[in-house]
């Protein structure tokens, strides 16, 4: 009886340190547009937001901020994560 569950519980480590290194696989891919939970929208730059695309691939983060109404309040840019 004892020998079984030993061997049960190193069974249970096993299944333990298994699924610890298979986690990262089946995480979610990274946002490119990183913030709360990834709000920013991807958009290509143009003249007026060129200067936030440190980069140099033609895409910056754009974060729309509204009010409780649904009125928008501010907008700002920020350069994304890919890098091509």
């Known amino acids: ?27 979610a ?3 490119p547009c990183p913030g709360a939970g990834g709000s920013g929208n991807l958009v290509q730059t143009t003249t007026e937001t ?3 695309d440190r980069n140099s691939n033609g895409y910056v983060c754009k974060y729309d901020r509204y009010d409780r109404e649904f009125n ?6 920020k350069d994304d994560r890919q890098f091509f």
């Open 1 to 27: 009886m004892r020998r079984i569950v030993i061997l049960l519980t190193v069974v249970a480590l096993m299944v333990g340190i298994l699924s610890m290194s298979v986690a990262p696989v089946l995480a």
């Open 29 to 31: 891919p990274e946002s």
């Open 50 to 52: 060129s200067q936030y």
């Open 72 to 77: 928008l309040v501010s907008t700002r840019y």
